[in-house]
Protein backbone atom coordinates (compact mmCIF):
# COMPACT_ATOMS: atom_id res chain seq x y z
CA UNK A 1 0.00 0.00 0.00
CA UNK A 2 1.41 3.04 -0.89
CA UNK A 3 0.41 5.62 1.23
CA UNK A 4 3.37 8.22 0.98
CA UNK A 5 2.01 9.69 -2.19
CA UNK A 6 -0.52 12.73 -1.19
CA UNK A 7 -3.85 13.67 -3.62
CA UNK A 8 -5.27 16.82 -3.05
CA UNK A 9 -9.06 17.17 -3.48
CA UNK A 10 -9.85 21.13 -3.65
CA UNK A 11 -13.63 20.58 -4.40
CA UNK A 12 -15.57 20.80 -0.96
CA UNK A 13 -17.66 17.53 -2.02
CA UNK A 14 -16.95 14.33 -3.15
CA UNK A 15 -18.82 10.89 -3.43
CA UNK A 16 -18.12 8.76 -0.72
CA UNK A 17 -17.13 5.66 -2.00
CA UNK A 18 -14.73 6.85 -4.38
CA UNK A 19 -12.88 8.79 -1.65
CA UNK A 20 -12.20 5.45 0.16
CA UNK A 21 -10.95 4.58 -2.87
CA UNK A 22 -8.42 7.00 -3.21
CA UNK A 23 -8.06 6.79 0.79
CA UNK A 24 -6.95 3.29 0.41
CA UNK A 25 -4.25 3.87 -1.63
CA UNK A 26 -3.21 7.46 -1.07
CA UNK A 27 -2.66 10.36 1.27
CA UNK A 28 -5.92 12.45 1.04
CA UNK A 29 -6.38 15.86 1.63
CA UNK A 30 -10.28 16.63 1.18
CA UNK A 31 -11.38 20.76 1.12
CA UNK A 32 -13.06 21.12 4.17
CA UNK A 33 -14.22 25.01 3.03
CA UNK A 34 -17.68 25.41 1.68
CA UNK A 35 -15.96 26.94 -1.35
CA UNK A 36 -12.84 26.31 -3.48
CA UNK A 37 -8.98 27.43 -2.54
CA UNK A 38 -8.02 31.34 -3.24
CA UNK A 39 -4.29 31.41 -5.35
CA UNK A 40 -2.61 32.10 -2.14
CA UNK A 41 -4.49 29.21 -0.26
CA UNK A 42 -3.15 27.13 -2.88
CA UNK A 43 0.42 28.69 -3.34
CA UNK A 44 0.88 27.91 0.79
CA UNK A 45 -0.18 24.07 0.08
CA UNK A 46 0.28 22.82 -3.53
CA UNK A 47 3.98 21.34 -3.04
CA UNK A 48 3.39 18.43 -1.09
CA UNK A 49 0.74 17.05 -3.42
CA UNK A 50 1.45 14.55 -6.31
CA UNK A 51 -2.12 14.46 -7.59
CA UNK A 52 -4.77 16.79 -7.72
CA UNK A 53 -8.45 16.57 -8.28
CA UNK A 54 -9.35 19.98 -9.13
CA UNK A 55 -12.90 21.82 -8.86
CA UNK A 56 -13.26 25.60 -9.98
CA UNK A 57 -10.07 26.53 -8.86
CA UNK A 58 -7.31 28.55 -10.76
CA UNK A 59 -3.99 26.91 -11.66
CA UNK A 60 -1.54 29.46 -12.89
CA UNK A 61 2.17 28.72 -13.48
CA UNK A 62 3.36 30.48 -10.46
CA UNK A 63 1.09 28.00 -8.63
CA UNK A 64 1.69 24.69 -10.62
CA UNK A 65 5.55 25.71 -10.65
CA UNK A 66 5.59 25.06 -6.65
CA UNK A 67 4.57 21.39 -7.02
CA UNK A 68 7.84 19.63 -7.67
CA UNK A 69 6.00 16.25 -7.14
CA UNK A 70 2.60 17.16 -9.24
CA UNK A 71 1.99 14.40 -11.98
CA UNK A 72 -1.66 15.17 -12.74
CA UNK A 73 -4.30 17.86 -12.57
CA UNK A 74 -7.83 16.05 -12.48
CA UNK A 75 -10.20 18.18 -13.16
CA UNK A 76 -13.81 17.29 -11.85
CA UNK A 77 -16.20 18.52 -14.56
CA UNK A 78 -15.54 19.80 -18.29
CA UNK A 79 -13.39 23.33 -18.47
CA UNK A 80 -10.53 23.36 -18.06
CA UNK A 81 -9.30 27.40 -18.96
CA UNK A 82 -8.21 27.91 -15.71
CA UNK A 83 -5.74 25.50 -15.38
CA UNK A 84 -1.98 26.92 -17.23
CA UNK A 85 -2.10 24.00 -20.29
CA UNK A 86 0.90 24.97 -21.30
CA UNK A 87 3.01 25.18 -18.32
CA UNK A 88 1.87 21.32 -17.91
CA UNK A 89 2.74 20.14 -21.16
CA UNK A 90 6.06 21.62 -20.82
CA UNK A 91 6.45 19.99 -17.03
CA UNK A 92 4.87 17.22 -18.35
CA UNK A 93 2.00 17.09 -15.79
CA UNK A 94 -1.38 15.24 -17.09
CA UNK A 95 -4.47 17.28 -17.09
CA UNK A 96 -7.56 15.64 -17.20
CA UNK A 97 -11.57 16.96 -17.55
CA UNK A 98 -14.52 14.27 -17.34
CA UNK A 99 -16.10 15.03 -20.62
CA UNK A 100 -18.91 12.40 -19.49
CA UNK A 101 -23.27 12.21 -20.83
CA UNK A 102 -24.19 11.42 -17.14
CA UNK A 103 -22.66 15.35 -16.41
CA UNK A 104 -24.15 16.92 -20.21
CA UNK A 105 -27.27 15.41 -19.28
CA UNK A 106 -27.38 16.63 -15.35
CA UNK A 107 -26.36 20.47 -16.95
CA UNK A 108 -29.10 20.48 -19.67
CA UNK A 109 -31.91 19.16 -17.29
CA UNK A 110 -30.97 22.23 -14.91
CA UNK A 111 -30.64 24.23 -17.74
CA UNK A 112 -34.46 23.49 -18.59
CA UNK A 113 -35.59 23.85 -15.18
CA UNK A 114 -34.31 27.03 -15.50
CA UNK A 115 -35.95 28.13 -18.83
CA UNK A 116 -39.26 26.84 -16.82
CA UNK A 117 -38.36 28.46 -13.70
CA UNK A 118 -37.76 32.20 -15.42
CA UNK A 119 -40.51 31.84 -18.06
CA UNK A 120 -43.24 31.12 -15.28
CA UNK A 121 -41.81 33.20 -12.16
CA UNK A 122 -41.56 30.00 -10.54
CA UNK A 123 -38.92 31.11 -7.90
CA UNK A 124 -39.87 35.07 -7.87
CA UNK A 125 -43.28 33.97 -6.94
CA UNK A 126 -42.11 31.36 -4.10
CA UNK A 127 -40.01 34.39 -2.40
CA UNK A 128 -43.05 36.65 -2.80
CA UNK A 129 -45.28 34.27 -1.14
CA UNK A 130 -42.87 33.70 1.71
CA UNK A 131 -43.31 37.38 2.02
CA UNK A 132 -46.91 36.75 2.93
CA UNK A 133 -48.01 38.16 0.14
CA UNK A 134 -50.96 36.63 -2.33
CA UNK A 135 -49.92 38.74 -5.60
CA UNK A 136 -50.26 36.77 -8.59
CA UNK A 137 -51.05 39.43 -11.62
CA UNK A 138 -47.55 40.35 -11.91
CA UNK A 139 -46.48 36.65 -12.21
CA UNK A 140 -48.62 35.87 -15.63
CA UNK A 141 -45.87 33.85 -17.68
CA UNK A 142 -44.71 33.06 -20.91
CA UNK A 143 -45.53 29.48 -22.97
CA UNK A 144 -42.58 27.44 -23.26
CA UNK A 145 -44.64 25.48 -25.94
CA UNK A 146 -45.53 28.85 -28.42
CA UNK A 147 -41.30 30.01 -27.65
CA UNK A 148 -38.65 30.28 -30.40
CA UNK A 149 -35.46 28.62 -27.88
CA UNK A 150 -32.24 29.94 -29.26
CA UNK A 151 -29.17 27.93 -28.14
CA UNK A 152 -26.14 29.54 -28.10
CA UNK A 153 -23.00 26.78 -28.41
CA UNK A 154 -24.39 23.38 -29.82
CA UNK A 155 -21.74 20.77 -27.94
CA UNK A 156 -22.54 18.09 -26.00
CA UNK A 157 -24.91 20.18 -23.72
CA UNK A 158 -26.56 22.39 -25.59
CA UNK A 159 -27.42 19.81 -27.92
CA UNK A 160 -28.70 17.73 -25.28
CA UNK A 161 -31.11 21.04 -24.02
CA UNK A 162 -31.55 21.70 -28.15
CA UNK A 163 -33.05 17.90 -27.56
CA UNK A 164 -34.99 17.97 -24.45
CA UNK A 165 -36.45 20.92 -25.89
CA UNK A 166 -37.41 19.56 -29.44
CA UNK A 167 -38.94 17.14 -28.12
CA UNK A 168 -41.45 19.43 -25.83
CA UNK A 169 -42.36 20.74 -29.23
CA UNK A 170 -40.45 23.80 -28.77
CA UNK A 171 -39.18 25.64 -31.78
CA UNK A 172 -35.66 25.30 -31.86
CA UNK A 173 -32.78 27.48 -33.74
CA UNK A 174 -29.20 27.54 -32.74
CA UNK A 175 -25.88 29.17 -33.82
CA UNK A 176 -22.21 27.56 -33.58
CA UNK A 177 -19.75 27.87 -36.70
CA UNK A 178 -18.32 24.58 -35.43
CA UNK A 179 -20.96 22.45 -35.21
CA UNK A 180 -23.78 21.37 -38.24
CA UNK A 181 -26.63 19.58 -37.17
CA UNK A 182 -29.55 19.13 -39.17
CA UNK A 183 -32.54 18.37 -36.67
CA UNK A 184 -32.04 22.17 -35.75
CA UNK A 185 -32.13 25.39 -37.95
CA UNK A 186 -28.50 26.75 -37.78
CA UNK A 187 -28.52 30.56 -37.94
CA UNK A 188 -25.66 33.29 -37.45
CA UNK A 189 -25.44 34.98 -34.16
CA UNK A 190 -27.43 37.94 -35.01
CA UNK A 191 -30.13 36.00 -36.37
CA UNK A 192 -30.24 34.23 -33.46
CA UNK A 193 -30.89 37.18 -30.80
CA UNK A 194 -33.12 38.80 -33.41
CA UNK A 195 -35.74 36.24 -33.82
CA UNK A 196 -35.50 34.16 -30.43
CA UNK A 197 -37.88 34.80 -27.20
CA UNK A 198 -35.47 33.06 -25.45
CA UNK A 199 -31.58 32.34 -25.67
CA UNK A 200 -29.95 29.28 -23.50
CA UNK A 201 -26.23 29.89 -23.44
CA UNK A 202 -23.64 27.01 -23.78
CA UNK A 203 -20.05 28.39 -24.32
CA UNK A 204 -16.46 27.52 -23.43
CA UNK A 205 -14.30 30.15 -21.80
CA UNK A 206 -12.66 31.31 -24.66
CA UNK A 207 -11.07 34.87 -26.09
CA UNK A 208 -13.73 35.12 -28.13
CA UNK A 209 -16.49 33.97 -26.16
CA UNK A 210 -15.89 36.03 -23.05
CA UNK A 211 -18.38 39.47 -22.84
CA UNK A 212 -19.82 38.16 -26.24
CA UNK A 213 -23.48 38.83 -24.79
CA UNK A 214 -23.25 42.39 -25.12
CA UNK A 215 -24.96 45.49 -25.85
CA UNK A 216 -25.02 45.02 -29.48
CA UNK A 217 -26.90 41.80 -29.71
CA UNK A 218 -29.12 42.12 -26.86
CA UNK A 219 -30.13 45.20 -28.65
CA UNK A 220 -30.98 43.08 -31.67
CA UNK A 221 -33.69 40.95 -29.14
CA UNK A 222 -37.61 41.62 -29.03
CA UNK A 223 -39.07 42.88 -26.39
CA UNK A 224 -39.47 40.66 -23.15
CA UNK A 225 -37.31 38.12 -23.98
CA UNK A 226 -35.49 35.79 -21.68
CA UNK A 227 -31.63 34.66 -21.49
CA UNK A 228 -30.19 31.77 -19.39
CA UNK A 229 -26.51 30.55 -18.80
CA UNK A 230 -25.23 27.36 -17.28
CA UNK A 231 -21.87 27.69 -19.07
CA UNK A 232 -19.35 30.21 -18.12
CA UNK A 233 -20.35 34.03 -16.41
CA UNK A 234 -17.54 35.51 -18.37
CA UNK A 235 -20.29 35.07 -21.50
CA UNK A 236 -22.20 38.21 -20.39
CA UNK A 237 -20.93 41.65 -20.22
CA UNK A 238 -23.39 41.81 -17.05
CA UNK A 239 -23.81 45.63 -17.47
CA UNK A 240 -24.99 45.40 -20.65
CA UNK A 241 -27.17 42.62 -19.40
CA UNK A 242 -29.13 44.84 -16.56
CA UNK A 243 -29.40 47.59 -18.94
CA UNK A 244 -31.05 45.43 -21.45
CA UNK A 245 -33.62 43.68 -18.07
CA UNK A 246 -34.31 47.88 -17.37
CA UNK A 247 -35.37 48.70 -20.49
CA UNK A 248 -37.47 46.00 -20.62
CA UNK A 249 -35.44 44.10 -24.08
CA UNK A 250 -34.85 41.14 -21.11
CA UNK A 251 -38.37 39.94 -18.61
CA UNK A 252 -35.89 37.86 -17.14
CA UNK A 253 -32.52 36.60 -16.92
CA UNK A 254 -31.22 32.98 -15.39
CA UNK A 255 -28.03 32.02 -14.60
CA UNK A 256 -25.78 29.23 -12.72
CA UNK A 257 -22.23 31.04 -13.34
CA UNK A 258 -20.79 35.02 -12.26
CA UNK A 259 -17.31 35.64 -13.54
CA UNK A 260 -16.52 36.05 -10.32
CA UNK A 261 -17.29 32.99 -7.68
CA UNK A 262 -18.81 33.96 -5.41
CA UNK A 263 -20.12 37.28 -6.87
CA UNK A 264 -19.44 39.11 -4.27
CA UNK A 265 -20.31 42.42 -6.56
CA UNK A 266 -22.78 40.84 -8.82
CA UNK A 267 -25.29 44.23 -10.19
CA UNK A 268 -27.46 40.65 -11.03
CA UNK A 269 -28.16 39.65 -7.28
CA UNK A 270 -30.10 42.57 -6.87
CA UNK A 271 -33.00 42.04 -9.29
CA UNK A 272 -36.03 40.45 -8.85
CA UNK A 273 -35.95 39.57 -12.47
CA UNK A 274 -32.93 37.46 -12.22
CA UNK A 275 -32.77 33.78 -11.10
CA UNK A 276 -29.86 32.73 -9.98
CA UNK A 277 -28.25 29.70 -8.20
CA UNK A 278 -24.20 29.04 -7.02
CA UNK A 279 -22.62 27.28 -9.95
CA UNK A 280 -24.83 23.95 -9.63
CA UNK A 281 -25.91 22.75 -13.02
CA UNK A 282 -23.93 19.60 -12.76
CA UNK A 283 -24.76 18.57 -9.54
CA UNK A 284 -26.68 15.12 -9.14
CA UNK A 285 -25.84 12.13 -7.63
CA UNK A 286 -25.25 10.37 -10.93
CA UNK A 287 -23.19 12.91 -12.57
CA UNK A 288 -21.00 12.94 -9.36
CA UNK A 289 -20.90 9.49 -9.24
CA UNK A 290 -19.71 9.45 -12.46
CA UNK A 291 -17.30 12.04 -12.62
CA UNK A 292 -15.44 11.11 -9.34
CA UNK A 293 -14.97 7.70 -10.59
CA UNK A 294 -13.29 8.93 -13.47
CA UNK A 295 -10.93 11.33 -11.32
CA UNK A 296 -10.34 8.57 -8.82
CA UNK A 297 -8.96 6.50 -12.15
CA UNK A 298 -7.18 9.13 -13.28
CA UNK A 299 -5.06 9.25 -10.52
CA UNK A 300 -4.32 5.66 -9.79
CA UNK A 301 -3.61 4.89 -13.78
CA UNK A 302 -0.54 7.87 -13.43
CA UNK A 303 0.34 7.30 -9.57
CA UNK A 304 0.26 3.69 -9.60
CA UNK A 305 0.17 2.37 -12.74
CA UNK A 306 2.13 4.48 -14.67
CA UNK A 307 -0.45 4.23 -17.59
CA UNK A 308 -1.64 6.70 -19.87
CA UNK A 309 -4.93 8.76 -17.87
CA UNK A 310 -8.32 8.63 -19.77
CA UNK A 311 -10.10 12.54 -21.11
CA UNK A 312 -6.40 13.90 -21.47
CA UNK A 313 -6.50 17.27 -22.24
CA UNK A 314 -2.32 18.06 -22.09
Known sequence: MILFRK???TAPWFTKSCLEGLKANFEVTLNRKKTWFSEPELMEIIGQYDAVIAGLDS???????????LRIIARRGIGFDKIDLEYCKRKGIA??????????????????GLIIDVLRNITISHVSLQKQSWEREAFLGRDLMTSHAGILGLGNIGGTTA?????????????????????????DIETLFRECDL???????????????????????????YLVNTSRGEAFNELDVVKSL????????????????????SLLL??????????????????????DTICVQNVHRVLL???EPMFRVV
Not at 59 to 69: G, L, T, W
Request: charged letters at 20%; one cysteine or more; hydrophobic letters at 40%.
Open 7 to 9: VLI
Open 59 to 69: FPAEIISKAPH
Open 95 to 112: VTNTPVPEEHLAVAEFAI
Open 163 to 187: GILKSMGVKVSYCDPYVTDDRYRKV
Open 199 to 225: ISVHLPKTPDTVGMINARLLSLMKKGS
Open 246 to 265: ENGTLRGVATDVFSEEPPHN
Open 270 to 291: SRKDVIATPHIAAFSENSFLKI
Open 305 to 307: ENL
